[in-house]
């Protein structure tokens, strides 16, 4: 996959600001004073579902062809994803499904079904979901949204943009990986603008498929056991992102749910925003790695803030000062 060019970004920039604004991006003073250098967090849980992934699926939405339409469509998620399709949907008057695998985190859940989406529960993990959902998509007829699409990397791209022009002179960005699009948007602004900018790729250390695959320039299937960082639950890599990501990123940190949990907490005594786990996870390993950052500017991406209350609450209690 050729990755979306500056102008093709800047154009569906005017799809997407339609429905939301601009997120911001921060440079909190606290979080420089930890790490030792200039840090920013792009907050992509200002959205309107609180995460990155609406941004795709307005733009895909807006390009789904009316005969698609009319079949409605389905998707397989964790939780951000799915809210994405489920929103969009009833923005486009779009029949959704979404399928989750069993044990997926009852507020996304909520979140999906309060949208309007018909919320199924199938699998052990997304994989299984993602397989489900394919075979009904076959069965009802369904037009299937994938988790991996040229058209989602330019939508969410356009939050990697806003980053870039507000921090031009940023030199090392550090972005969460699910299936990829957020990242490969990112490398893909990076180019579009000309930036120098280092491209960090950051995985769970309990869910490391990319990360072994990054090494192997293959796709690797690795079980997922994080317990924290749902959004970076993934067994099996995308073999479009992942050709994608071995050729822009520069390296992929891993990190485990106790380094997530305290910058989850970090997150919010510095800022008083909420991180699920993959939108701390950059901070997490922005501190991993503050040895080789002194006196560069880095930004994160705070992915997501779409975290159930109950763990939220217990991570804040268990990384309390």
Same mark, same amino acid.
């Given at each position: 996959m050729n990755l979306p060019s500056l102008q093709e970004i800047e154009a569906?920039?005017?799809?997407?600001?339609?429905?939301?604004?601009?997120?911001?991006?921060?440079?909190? @003073?606290?979080?420089?004073?930890?790490?030792?250098t200039e840090v920013w967090?792009?907050?992509?849980?200002?959205?309107?579902?609180?995460?990155?992934?609406?941004?795709? !699926?307005?733009?895909y939405f807006e390009h789904l062809p009316p005969a698609e339409r009319r079949k409605g469509v389905i998707s397989a998620t964790r939780g951000n994803h799915g809210q994405?399709?489920?929103?969009?949907?009833?923005?486009? !008057?779009?029949?959704?499904?979404i399928v989750v695998p069993h044990g997926n985190s009852a507020e996304k859940n909520a979140a999906m079904r309060a949208f309007g989406a018909r919320l199924?529960?199938?699998?052990?993990?997304?994989?299984?979901?993602?397989?489900?959902?394919?075979?009904?998509?076959?069965?009802e007829g369904?037009?299937?949204?994938?988790?991996?699409?040229?058209?989602?990397?330019?939508?969410?791209?356009?939050?990697?943009?806003?980053?870039?022009?507000?921090? @031009?002179?940023?030199?090392?960005?550090?972005?969460?990986?699910?299936? !990829?699009?957020?990242?490969?948007?990112?490398?893909?602004?990076r180019n579009a603008v000309g930036s120098k900018a280092e491209i960090v790729g950051v995985v769970s250390a309990?869910? @490391?498929?990319?990360?072994?695959?990054?090494?192997?320039?293959?796709?690797?299937?690795?079980?997922?056991?994080?317990?924290l960082a749902d959004g970076m639950a993934v067994r099996r890599p995308d073999a479009e992102a992942l050709e994608i990501i071995c050729r822009e990123v520069e390296r992929i940190v891993e990190v485990t749910d106790e380094e997530v949990g305290s910058a989850i907490a970090t997150v919010f005594e510095c800022t008083h925003n909420c991180a699920e786990g993959a939108g701390a996870a950059p901070l997490a390993a922005i501190r991993k790695e503050r040895h080789r950052l002194a006196g560069r500017k880095v930004a994160g991406v705070l992915s997501g803030g779409n975290i159930d209350r109950s763990l939220f609450a217990a991570t804040l209690a268990r990384h309390g000062s």
């Amino acid at each position: 996959m050729n990755l979306p060019s500056l102008q093709e970004i800047e154009a569906a920039t005017k799809v997407v600001y339609r429905h939301m604004l601009p997120t911001p991006q921060y440079r909190w @003073p606290l979080l420089c004073e930890q790490v030792g250098t200039e840090v920013w967090l792009k907050h992509e849980n200002h959205t309107p579902i609180g995460a990155f992934k609406i941004r795709g !699926g307005l733009l895909y939405f807006e390009h789904l062809p009316p005969a698609e339409r009319r079949k409605g469509v389905i998707s397989a998620t964790r939780g951000n994803h799915g809210q994405s399709i489920a929103l969009c949907a009833r923005n486009y !008057g779009v029949p959704a499904t979404i399928v989750v695998p069993h044990g997926n985190s009852a507020e996304k859940n909520a979140a999906m079904r309060a949208f309007g989406a018909r919320l199924i529960e199938h699998g052990r993990d997304f994989q299984e979901a993602k397989e489900h959902a394919e075979r009904l998509a076959q069965e009802e007829g369904l037009h299937m949204v994938p988790s991996f699409d040229r058209r989602l990397v330019t939508g969410v791209a356009i939050g990697s943009l806003e980053l870039f022009l507000a921090v @031009p002179d940023v030199q090392t960005v550090y972005v969460p990986i699910g299936l !990829g699009s957020g990242i490969c948007g990112a490398a893909a602004v990076r180019n579009a603008v000309g930036s120098k900018a280092e491209i960090v790729g950051v995985v769970s250390a309990h869910a @490391p498929a990319y990360a072994d695959s990054f090494r192997s320039g293959k796709c690797e299937e690795r079980e997922s056991k994080t317990a924290l960082a749902d959004g970076m639950a993934v067994r099996r890599p995308d073999a479009e992102a992942l050709e994608i990501i071995c050729r822009e990123v520069e390296r992929i940190v891993e990190v485990t749910d106790e380094e997530v949990g305290s910058a989850i907490a970090t997150v919010f005594e510095c800022t008083h925003n909420c991180a699920e786990g993959a939108g701390a996870a950059p901070l997490a390993a922005i501190r991993k790695e503050r040895h080789r950052l002194a006196g560069r500017k880095v930004a994160g991406v705070l992915s997501g803030g779409n975290i159930d209350r109950s763990l939220f609450a217990a991570t804040l209690a268990r990384h309390g000062s």
